[in-house]
Nanobody, 126 residues
């Protein structure tokens, strides 16, 4: 079992930045796929970004391309989501998750992910 702990959420004004972190209970992510997802009130959860632990490839939803960056530390113990130019529509609970089979053909498909963190709130005010 993989336990995930997110941190770094908070409140920010439009145009600001936040960095979210996701740690996997003291172990490396190895070759897993690590994804960030978000769920806004009244909306379905959506994929935001994915990092392949195997080869470092990254994938982004169109809505965040050019503004969000997913990365990891060199030992792959922590994955980050750097969020710049935040807008009110980015307000949501953000979750990290892992797909223990690695990145497949649908890296932002939430149903492929096995383990989830508890979520961290991001609120962007106008």
């Amino acid at each position: 079992e993989v336990q995930l702990v997110e941190s770094g959420g908070g409140s920010v004004q439009a145009g600001g930045s936040l960095r979210l972190s996701c740690a996997a209970s003291g172990r490396s992510f190895g070759d897993y796929a690590i994804g960030w997802f978000r769920q806004a009130p009244g909306k379905e959860r959506e994929g935001v970004a994915c990092l392949s632990g195997r080869d470092g490839s990254t994938y982004y939803a169109d809505s965040v391309k050019g503004r969000f960056t997913i990365s990891s530390d060199s030992a792959k113990y922590t994955v980050y989501l750097q969020m710049n130019s935040l807008q009110p529509e980015d307000t949501a609970v953000y979750y990290c998750a892992v797909d223990t089979y690695g990145v497949g053909t649908r890296p932002l498909d939430q149903w492929l992910y096995d383990y989830w963190g508890q979520g961290t709130q991001v609120t962007v005010s106008s």
